[in-house]
């Protein structure tokens, strides 16, 4: 069965630094793999995704993301956190058939001022 | 630029009672889902709908969930006598068909409180 994991729960970073929210994928065949934001009381909005290609993704807000085939990883990046930043990070993959997402359990990301 | 709707944002409704959540999915989108998320837990597939009928179901969706498009733009979750943990939150997603590589664009979701 394909499933995602997101290891870390929180994780906290200082604004202006580098940020790191970690996702592993266990898939079958070629891997499609999505990155979601929500932020308090609102819905899952798309930032990124994997398909094919260039191993490092880029999408909205200045994130980007690291395809790692070796390492089964998909991990999601920004150069300098912005407090604006901090919501609950979601890393998903499309199952075969009918392409239904299967989530990770989310990372809240807490960007400190 | 489009986007899915929902509505309501929050629905309190008694336990044992019938309740619809209604959605409006992007107009060119043939694919249309359900997902739930459990407050503070994570977003789980309920059902997926495609030209007209069920795609696919999760163990979730039970007899007491039913999906309609009635419309042709309308897509809706009726949930026929609540329980207790049917409290969550409801997103309705959507997408063009293409594949995996396809992106699902989520509506805001609807607050559904159980009492």
């Known amino acids: 069965a394909q499933s995602v994991a997101q290891p870390e729960d929180q994780v906290n970073v200082a604004e202006g630094n580098p940020l790191t929210v970690k996702c592993t994928y266990s898939?079958?065949?070629?891997?499609?793999l999505f990155w979601y934001v929500q932020y308090p009381n609102r819905g899952l909005q798309f930032l990124l995704k994997?398909?094919?290609?260039?191993?490092l993704v880029k999408g909205s807000y200045g994130f980007e993301a690291e395809f790692n085939k070796s390492q089964t990883s998909f991990h999601l990046k920004k150069p300098s956190a912005l407090v604006s930043d901090s919501a609950l990070y979601f890393c998903?993959?499309?199952?075969?058939?009918?392409?239904?997402?299967?989530f990770g359990t989310g990372t809240r990301l807490k960007v400190l001022a | 630029e489009p986007e899915v709707t929902q509505t309501p944002s929050h629905q309190v409704t008694q336990m044992g009672q019938e309740v619809i959540l209604r959605c409006v999915p992007i107009?060119?989108?043939?694919?249309f889902y359900w997902y739930r998320q459990i407050l503070g837990q994570k977003v789980e597939f309920l059902v997926s709908f495609y030209n007209n009928e069920i795609s696919e179901k999760s163990e979730i969706f039970d007899d007491q969930f039913s999906v309609e498009r009635p419309d042709g733009s309308n897509f809706t979750l009726k949930i026929r006598s609540t329980k207790l943990e049917d409290s969550a939150m409801y997103f309705c997603?959507?997408?063009?068909?293409?594949?995996?590589?396809?992106?699902?664009?989520f509506g805001p979701g609807t607050r559904l409180t159980v009492l």
């Open positions: 994997y398909i094919t290609g260039d191993n």
């Open positions: 998903a993959t499309a199952s075969s058939g009918t392409y239904k997402y299967i």
């Open positions: 898939v079958s065949g070629n891997p499609y």
């Open positions: 997603a959507s997408r063009v068909v293409a594949g995996g590589s396809d992106t699902q664009y």
């Open positions: 107009s060119n989108h043939l694919y």
